[in-house]
């Protein structure tokens, strides 16, 4: 294509906010083709077909930026004061402007300007025609809050969605340290489990780690999922990032399970699995028949059915989350293969099958019941939970909120060192400017649903509040490039939220990750996270040890346990997955034989796994970082990993039920003393 046209293809994706060029894993630099920049653009609305249409869409991108009077969102940081870009044709810069600030509790304040007082801040000339913008101050000492500013001069009107927030997150308080254990709740099982982990056993991992001295519990994911038809069992593709999974509700918690015989039994005949791997499908079918016959006794209790209904009052989204799941179900279908109108989403009472609408209502009200009882139980920072990235395609967000996916498109990341070609998640990533457009309401919504119970929330894949990798469609995941997201109105939704619900977040910052992503992160208080096995090296000193801010931690749900870590397993499946070539494995199994004796040598213990986890754990624990966390695997010596990145079936990801009951954990010696280890470490740092 044309010198002129590539230039114009350039600026119109800047102006987009997509990277022409960036840093892949290997940390090479990579030009984003113009097919790639084509394909992208069109799908964030820009008007072209091919590349060589960009000077005419870049003319009409500068025209609608400068002809757009006010922002669709603002941020004011707290103690900072702010000034709000206008923008209009500069024969209209004179006059009265009106401002309505209408605050989130229902107040307004009122004050007027002049356009022609107002400072000027930039200039274009468009076509012939001269544009200028000018800067509105915005009144100091707003209160923290989701407000709506409207402006109106003349025949000009806009309303923005005011985000005024605190410089900062939620922290621990001063001196405040402490520790928890990692287990997914699908893996958790005890004496009295029928199938999967339930909240009732999640409450009584907590109450034995509280019994230890510790104060957090961490688990995956614990959202809705389909786990019938399209069955994806995974925590990190939810039907929903704002409704829970009623795999786990216990049914025996609740007041119609005393009236309930057929309930009982149905519970009663449900065998109990004795194979290390999960079966979703047969899991859920049981509970769903113990659920279902646990709604029929709820007419017998009219006070319970009252606040199931206030509860579905209060709730908009829930009734509609109710009628998609039952339409689903009802139809044998995607969402995308329904007709037109329940596409669009309109869905009536003949759609689907009532009853099916009603268990949704029913087991959604359960979940969200056992969760306060439990966050209440827990006390603080008690639960830790995690905001997956992204949700299934065929999911409810999507097909409630389609504008604010960009379809066409799929998350992804570069390539690196193990996916060479690049990474393809399949999920369609939030839009950018339809996300600003609507004020952010559905990121804020995602972070509420959690920090209702959460103390802790982690954020899965943090630098995507700045940045994400898009993979077009029908292309290779290796001719991707990054799209920019509204940080600052990201952020700030992150730290009122926090604030509000007095709640430590945590961001997934690992991996290839700008610097100033984590410098903003220290400047918001959201810590990171420290993930000892990364850190690990053959030569002395073994580790640069954890930051303070920072969740502490042996490994991740993403990595090799510390046994299969110690023994080198990852090297012999990377090689299986044709990762690794045999001889670059032999030299992985070297440094790692090589940082198994440092680690020994620097601990004083012999060179044995339990040994060394242990020392290396009391280590990080009697260290700076804000918290620790342990896997409870590692404690036994699991040697297969919850997930294997970039793999579907050749590893069996999220269904690895732990070796040992909660009960045999107990009465492990060699668990119960590496926790208290921990514990003493923790308190004596």
């Known amino acids: 294509m044309a010198r002129r046209e590539f230039a114009a293809l350039e600026r119109l994706a800047r102006r987009h906010g997509v990277l022409t060029v960036f840093r892949d894993g290997f940390k090479q630099f990579r030009e984003a083709s113009p097919e790639t920049l084509t394909a992208l653009l069109r799908t964030l609305g820009a008007p072209l077909e091919k590349p060589e249409e960009a000077p005419e869409a870049l003319r009409q991108a500068l025209r609608a930026h400068w002809s757009r009077f006010a922002p669709p969102t603002a941020v004011a940081w707290e103690g900072d004061s702010k ?11 004179s006059g009265p402007l009106a401002c309505t600030l209408r605050l989130e509790d229902g107040r307004e304040r009122r004050w007027d300007a002049r356009l022609d007082e107002l400072p000027v801040r930039g200039r274009a000339e ?14 100091d000492g707003l209160p923290q809050g989701y407000h709506r500013l409207v402006l109106e001069a003349g025949e000009r009107h806009a309303e923005l969605r005011l985000l005024s927030a605190p410089a900062r997150c939620h922290t621990l308080a001063e001196g405040e340290r402490p520790w928890g254990v990692f287990l997914p709740l699908y893996a958790l099982h005890t004496d009295a489990t029928r199938g999967l982990g339930d909240l009732s056993d999640l409450g009584a991992l907590a109450a034995w780690t509280k019994d230890l001295g510790g104060s957090l519990v961490g688990t995956l994911p614990l959202l809705a999922a389909f786990l019938d038809e399209p069955f994806e069992p995974s925590p ?9 999974n009623e795999l786990y509700v216990d049914p025996r918690r609740t007041p119609e399970w005393d009236l309930s015989t057929d309930a009982q039994g149905l519970l009663d005949g449900i065998e109990t699995p004795t194979e290390r791997l999960a079966d979703y499908r047969s899991a859920m079918e049981g509970r769903r028949r113990v659920l279902e016959a646990l709604l029929d006794k709820l007419p017998e209790d009219p006070s319970r059915l009252g606040r199931l209904r206030e509860f579905a009052h209060a709730r908009p989204e829930l009734a509609s989350y109710a009628a998609f799941r039952a339409t689903v179900e009802t139809r044998g279908e995607t969402w995308s293969h329904w007709p037109a109108r329940l596409r669009d989403g309109r869905l009536e009472a003949g759609d689907y099958e009532p009853r099916r609408a009603d268990y949704h209502l029913y087991v959604q009200w359960l979940a969200d019941q056992q969760l306060a009882d439990l966050a209440e139980r827990m006390g603080e920072p008690g639960l830790y939970l995690d905001l997956p990235l992204g949700v299934h395609a065929s999911g409810f967000d999507v097909w409630r909120r389609p504008g604010d996916f960009a379809f066409g498109v799929a998350g992804g990341a570069p390539p690196d060192r193990f996916f060479t070609k690049g990474q393809n998640w399949g999920f369609a990533p939030l839009d950018p400017k339809a996300l600003r457009g609507e004020g952010l309401d559905y990121w804020r919504a ?46 700030a939704t992150v730290c009122l939220e926090s604030v509000r619900h007095r709640a430590w977040i945590i961001g997934e910052d690992l991996g290839t990750v700008p610097k100033y992503v984590q410098r903003r992160m220290e400047e918001r208080a959201i810590d990171g996270m420290y993930v000892g096995q990364f850190d690990y090296r053959s030569e002395e000193p073994v580790a640069r040890g954890a930051k303070a801010t920072s969740l502490a931690s042996m490994n991740t749900h993403d990595t090799p346990t510390f046994a299969a870590w110690w023994d080198a397993k990852d090297a012999a499946d990377q090689v299986e997955l044709g990762l690794l070539q045999p001889g670059e494995a032999d030299g992985v199994r070297a440094g790692r034989a090589k940082t198994r004796r440092a680690l020994a040598g620097q601990y004083g213990v012999p060179e044995e796994r339990a040994a060394v986890l242990r020392a290396a754990l009391a280590e990080m624990a009697a260290g ?39 009960e045999e954990m107990q009465a492990d010696e060699v668990v119960v003393e590496t926790l208290r280890a921990v514990n003493d470490a923790r308190r004596s740092g």
């Open 83 to 93: 000034t709000l870009d206008l923008r209009l044709p500069e024969a209209e810069l």
């Open 126 to 139: 468009l076509d012939g025609s001269r544009f200028v913008a000018v800067g509105l101050r915005l009144p």
């Open 236 to 244: 990190y593709v939810p039907v929903s990032r704002l409704f829970w």
């Open 446 to 491: 995602c972070l509420r649903h959690h920090l209702q119970h959460a103390g802790v929330l982690r954020l899965d894949h943090f630098m995507a509040l700045h940045r994400l990798y898009w993979v077009p469609e029908g292309m290779p995941a290796s001719e991707g490039t990054y799209v920019q997201y509204p940080a600052e109105e990201m952020y």
């Open 624 to 662: 700076p970082a804000r918290a620790v966390m342990v896997t409870l695997e590692d404690l036994w010596g699991e040697k297969e990993q919850q997930n294997t990145p970039g793999t579907t079936t050749e590893r069996p990801n999220w269904r690895l039920r732990a070796a040992k009951s909660l």
